[in-house]
């Protein structure tokens, strides 16, 4: 009987060290080198890297509902499937010539991918990345469009906008083998990204050419897409843009949006109920990213050249900025542990990744890799606009 208990012992405790959950686990590009480390938040280290993944350029990644598979989108047009607990590429494919990104259907069941070349998107069933549309973008004037700012929305649905033709459109993705696509021409001047607020419900869409943003509700599209901002750079003297700021990912915080003023050293603070500009924070430089802590008390923010080694921590309440902090050269993104005690730091000019708490907003690690750039964590499985 004690053998039985002993081998019984063995087997269960074998088998609870062999598993895992996923839920802290994430990618780190590496894009040099075409792959990515698997990294494990709660105790932060790196589980080992998964290489093969094509030119990574401007990569980003989505996540399986169940977190356990990272789609990879490359800028060469691969798309990758990487299974995060055995850090082997699942599948691969290479769907287009230059894509910048893609989503992941509310369902979980279909991946699209915006493109560059040959423009337009293309959507894949996840399991088996088998594609399943082939959505053209061809604006009024006949000629083909990029794809930028693609995202996911309720309803299974994609919305992404054509930066040639200035329009939104959305793609309902119930029969996903006909798309239904609904069209909103004169969106605005070549926009170049977008994002989803938080409640999926409306879609804002930077524009390169204009001072101003596109805006459209996906509760009521038929009352179309309504220009906001208008102007925002009036009086300012336009400076050389060199970097375009991203907006995808949660920048909403307390009821107000934080958005990067295309060339200029600010943040645009925006009331979420009436659109309309509530306030602007000066910042230390062009900002690339301004990202919302999970309970939306900060705004961590990253910069264009020539202030690349910066980081400005900005307090949602005072519209303060309460801290500048020094990574290092080349900070390229961040990114917050799912609750938000701690945010990591891709420091690419260092290899390096930095990891700061952010009540004391002082570093507690740094993890050596090869020139980091995007950082993404399992949690954006369950996150709209992720």
């Given amino acids: 009987m004690k053998k039985v208990l002993l081998l019984l012992a063995l087997l269960t405790g074998g088998c609870a060290s062999a ?27 790196i589980l080992g890297e998964v290489a093969g993944l094509g030119d990574l350029s401007h990569a980003s990644v989505v996540f399986s509902r169940d977190e356990r598979f990272a789609f990879i989108f490359g800028r060469d047009g691969g798309l990758s499937r990487v299974d995060l ?14 894509s910048i990104g893609g989503a992941i259907s509310q369902d979980g069941k279909l991946v699209a991918v915006g493109n560059y070349e040959p423009g337009g998107v293309r959507v894949f069933d996840a399991e088996t990345l088998e594609m399943v549309a082939d959505i053209p973008a061809i604006g009024a004037d006949g000629k083909a469009s990029k794809v930028v700012g693609i995202e996911d929305a309720p309803g299974q649905r994609f919305v992404f906008s054509l930066f040639e033709a200035g329009e939104i459109r959305i793609a309902d993705m119930k029969d996903p083998r006909n798309p239904l696509i609904t069209r909103f021409p004169n969106a605005g001047d070549r926009p170049y990204d977008a994002l989803v607020t ?14 101003g943003m596109a805006l459209l509700d996906l509760w009521h599209p038929e009352a179309g897409v309504k220009r906001i901002l208008d102007h925002y750079g009036k009086g300012r003297e336009p400076l050389p843009v060199y970097k375009m ?19 200029g050293h600010e943040l645009l603070v925006v009331d979420t109920a009436s659109w309309k500009e509530v306030g602007r924070v000066a910042v230390a430089g062009q900002p690339v990213f301004a990202e919302a802590r999970p309970d939306g008390r900060q705004i961590w923010v990253n910069f264009a050249l ?27 993104h961040m990114e917050f542990t799912p609750r938000g005690e701690a945010v990591w730091v891709s420091v690419r000019d260092e290899d390096r990744v930095a990891v700061y708490r952010t009540d004391t907003l002082e570093p507690v690690d740094s993890l050596g890799m090869s020139k980091p750039s995007g950082l993404f964590f399992t949690p954006r499985a369950h996150r709209i606009g992720f």
Avoid: C
Avoid at 245 to 261: K, M, Q, T
Avoid at 310 to 326: A, R, Y
């Fill in 19 to 45: 598993l895992r959950g996923t839920g802290d686990l994430g990618v780190v590009i590496e894009r040099a080198d075409g792959r990515v480390q698997v990294v494990e938040t709660t105790t932060r280290h």
């Fill in 85 to 98: 607990l055995t850090r082997q590429v699942d599948k691969r494919i290479v769907q287009a010539g230059n």
């Fill in 198 to 211: 938080p409640d999926g419900r409306y879609y804002i869409a930077g524009l390169f050419g204009e001072d």
């Fill in 245 to 263: 700021p991203h907006l995808e990912g949660w920048s909403v915080a307390g009821g107000r949006v934080f958005l990067p003023a295309i060339g």
């Fill in 306 to 332: 020539p202030h690349n080694h910066l980081l400005q921590v900005i307090d949602t309440e005072s519209l303060q900025v309460v801290k500048t902090l020094e990574p290092g050269k080349g900070v390229m």
